[in-house]
């Protein structure tokens, strides 16, 4: 049975640090392109950034210059490095995997397996 556990969310203040991990077990993910996504209350859940097997890296623009993808694959963990963090970051925080690679990692509907969440909460 495959499962994401996303861990190192938490409050931050406005200009802080977070590092979020997801740790995958079941099977490995080394090959295929892993996500990280948010959803703010009352929001569509929103693409962040994608790494993919490669480690050829994707970000939204929002978060682009502030926030790092990295994976271990020794580990079967990546990871998800936020600096500068802005309230407007208050999210649930997903991590997902995909099954078999599709080219559009930006699409929540590309990914298969999705972790349950961790709240990040940025105070101004």
């Known amino acids: 049975q495959v499962q994401l556990a996303e861990s190192g969310g938490g409050l931050v203040q406005a200009g802080g640090s977070l590092r979020l991990s997801c740790a995958a077990s079941?099977?490995?993910?080394?090959?295929?392109?892993m996500g990280w996504f948010r959803q703010a209350p009352g929001k569509e859940r929103e693409f962040i950034a994608a790494?993919?097997?490669?480690?050829?890296?994707y970000y939204a623009d929002s978060v682009k210059g502030r926030f790092t993808i990295s994976r271990d694959n020794a580990k079967n963990t990546v990871y998800l490095q936020m600096n500068s963090l802005k309230p407007e970051d208050t999210a649930v925080y997903y991590c997902?995997?995909?099954?078999?690679?599709?080219?559009?990692?930006?699409?929540?509907?590309?990914?298969?397996?999705w972790g349950q969440g961790t709240q990040v909460t940025v105070s101004s």
């Open positions: 079941g099977r490995t993910f080394s090959s295929v392109a």
């Open positions: 790494i993919r097997g490669s480690s050829t890296t």
């Open positions: 997902a995997a995909q099954r078999y690679y599709r080219s559009d990692y930006y699409n929540t509907e590309a990914y298969d397996y």
